[in-house]
């Protein structure tokens, strides 16, 4: 009995590596430009899931991981994606950057999950510190963040 039901595991596992998986890293048609301390930091902690250069591990592509992650990755790009930035509205860029500082300040991003295996992805007090001037250098008109987002178009 316990031969069978090993044998019945043993093939779906097999079986199920045949489900495809969307891997796909789509051209990054307007990557956000940012200062190179922030795109270093954005780059080293959440591109991985809100970009369109997704670095896609050997354990990725071996189901069921492989649905977990992929599906992270999708409900992430369609969340966020810097890789489209330059397309979003001054309005939604706004909002977006004001949940970047929200989930980065309460330290829910980078994911548990993800940091668990990307142990470097994790923010220290200084890249919290970098994204907290970033994201707030957006609301002062004054800045090339501001003007070259377009928030001037955009009345509060
Ligand atoms: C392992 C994948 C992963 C990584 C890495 C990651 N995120 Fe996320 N992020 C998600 C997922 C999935 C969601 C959507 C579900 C949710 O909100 O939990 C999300 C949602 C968000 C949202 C909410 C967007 C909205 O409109 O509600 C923001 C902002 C965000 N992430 C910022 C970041 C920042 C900043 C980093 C890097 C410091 C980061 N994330 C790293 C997976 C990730």
Redesign the pocket.
Known sequence: MLKWILAILIFAVIVIQFIPVDRSNPAASAALHAPDEVMN??KN??????SSSTVWPWYSKVAPVSFF?AH??E??R???NFSVWQDYPAEKKS??ID??W???EKG????K??LVI?KS?R?SQTDKEV?KSWTQSFLEPDSTEYQSAGMETFEK
């Open positions: 930091i954005l902690s959440c591109f991985d899931c809100h992650i992270h990755v409900e992430a369609d969340e966020l909002k977006k949940e970047v929200e989930h980065v829910d991003m980078p994911l999950s993800y990307h992805s923010l994204l």
